[in-house]
């Protein structure tokens, strides 16, 4: 039914004796993120990954690259001719959730490149007019996937946020004000940092380890990041209608031993009673620098 006209849907709805309400809560559930993401993926093997994420995408979708954020309009090539003989993609949630209003949701899970786990990616989605869902940032993490559930579990659902903002301008504010705190307090200490702005119940990704699944995880797996990172302000995210949910990305810096190294951070925000806390955090490394080039021989030699 998913794929019917939104009239058809109606109609169909009022038959069956469910209300528009109850039609828009079904359309703006876990379960109808979850659905999209399956259909998004199984198109990736039919359509090729072009086609399928040009098809599931917004105008404005980014994609998250080892370069910073992409258009995906931009970048991806609806005219790939999908070949039937090269490694496939494959992907599938093991998480997910969505706003109190329903208009935004997410979901997270394990990556197969060629039949070999290669990572975890995160998709945010944005419902629309016609109560389907379209993709409005893509990335994925290197984070190991070796342990996570397969495509046949059903995923684990966030809880719905009970608080809200009073409107997506205000919780755009307040999240802004949080990233703010947080850059500050990691730039001190980023482990400390961290574990007072996530959520209890949330999940960090710190490539190569597998996912840190609730507070217990957290600790050691901020153990291996650097001790100080110094985080730019949001570039691109937007908050739910009912200001409980809200995603952002930007650039960070850090230091590994006496490199430089940069990348972008990836958040998911949840408004919770004591505040904004982070449901998902990551970072996207940039590239490490290319080694200097050796010298050139010398003359005559």
Do not use: C
Not at 7 to 36: C, M, N, P, Q
Not at 48 to 53: A, L, N, R, T
Not at 164 to 169: D, F, L, M
Request: aromatic share 10%; net charge negative; charged share 15%.
């Amino acid at each position: 039914m998913r794929h019917l006209p939104f009239l058809a849907l109606s109609f169909v709805a009022v038959i069956a004796g469910v209300s528009r309400a109850d039609e828009i809560a079904t359309a703006g559930s876990a379960a109808s993120v979850v659905t999209a993401e399956r259909a998004f993926a199984k198109d990736g093997l039919a359509m090729g990954v072009d086609g399928s994420f040009l098809k599931w995408s917004t105008p404005n979708a980014v994609m998250m690259t080892g370069a910073g954020p992409r258009l995906a309009r931009e970048s991806l090539n609806p005219d790939t001719v999908v070949d039937p003989t090269a490694p496939a993609l494959v992907w599938w949630p093991n998480w997910a959730g969505v706003a109190a209003s329903g208009d935004l949701g997410f979901t997270t899970g394990g990556v197969e490149f060629g039949g070999k786990r290669s990572g975890h990616y995160l998709t945010i989605w944005r419902r629309q007019a016609d109560a389907g869902w379209k993709w409005v940032y893509d990335g994925g993490a290197g984070a190991n996937a070796d342990a996570a559930p397969d495509a046949t579990t059903d995923p684990v659902i966030l809880t719905s946020a009970s608080f809200g903002s009073a409107s997506v301008i205000a919780a755009m504010d307040e999240v802004h004000a949080a990233e703010a705190a947080l850059s500050a307090a990691a730039a001190k200490d980023q482990k400390a940092a961290h574990l007072a702005a996530l959520a209890d119940d949330g999940r960090l990704y710190v490539a190569p380890l597998p996912p840190a699944i609730g507070a217990s995880q957290y600790a050691a797996a901020l153990d291996a990041w650097p001790s100080i990172f110094t985080f730019g302000g949001p570039e691109g995210g937007d908050a739910s209608q009912a200001g409980d949910m809200a995603w952002t990305y930007g650039k960070a810096n850090w230091r590994r031993g006496e490199t430089d190294r940069n990348g972008w951070y990836v958040h998911l925000w949840q408004k919770r009673a004591d505040g904004w806390k982070l449901a998902f955090a990551q970072l996207v490394p940039a590239p490490p620098p290319a080694p200097p080039a050796p010298p050139p021989p010398p003359a005559g030699g």
